[in-house]
C-alpha cells in the first residue's frame, strides 16, 4: 500500500462498499437457509412441548377430582362414625339410668306446668304433729 495514490480512494470506498454488500447478502442467505433448517425442529419441539403440557394440565384435573372425591367420602365417613359414637353414648346412659338432654327438657316442661296449676291453688299448709310431753322420772 506504499503506492496508494489519493486520487484513486473513491474507487477503495466503492469496492469496500461492494465487497460489504455482497458479504452481507451472503451472510444473510447463510443464515436464511440455517432458519429454514432450524424451523421444523423447532415447531416440532413446540408441538411436542404443548402435548407434554396439556397432559400434565390433565393430570392435575384428575388428581383434584380424586381429591375432592376423598374429601366428600371423608366427611360422609366422619358423619356416620359421629352418628354411631352417638347412638353407642345413648344406649349406655340408658342403661346406667342416666336422663338425656331431652329426657331433662321433658321434666322442665312438667315441673312448669304444675307450677302454673299449682299458682291457681292456695297452697295446703300441713301442720306438723304435736309433741308429745316429756316423761318425768
Known amino acids: 500500500m506504499a503506492d496508494f495514490d489519493i486520487s484513486s480512494l473513491p474507487y477503495l470506498l466503492l469496492g469496500a462498499v461492494a465487497t460489504a454488500r455482497e458479504e452481507s447478502a451472503r451472510l444473510a442467505k447463510d443464515l436464511v437457509e440455517k432458519g429454514k433448517g432450524i424451523a421444523p425442529a423447532a415447531r416440532e419441539k413446540a408441538k411436542e412441548g404443548a402435548k407434554a403440557r ?13 381429591r375432592d372425591t376423598l374429601v366428600a ?25 342416666l336422663g338425656t338432654q331431652a329426657d331433662i327438657e321433658a321434666l322442665g316442661k312438667r315441673l312448669d306446668a304444675l307450677e302454673k296449676k299449682a299458682a291457681g291453688k292456695p297452697a295446703a299448709v300441713k301442720k306438723a304433729p304435736a309433741k308429745k310431753p316429756a316423761k318425768k322420772s
Open 73 to 97: 367420602k371423608g366427611a360422609q365417613r366422619t358423619d356416620e362414625l359421629t352418628e354411631a359414637v352417638l347412638k353407642s353414648l345413648q344406649k349406655v346412659l340408658s342403661q346406667m339410668g
Open 54 to 66: 396439556d397432559a400434565l394440565i390433565s393430570k392435575v384435573k384428575e388428581g383434584a377430582r380424586a
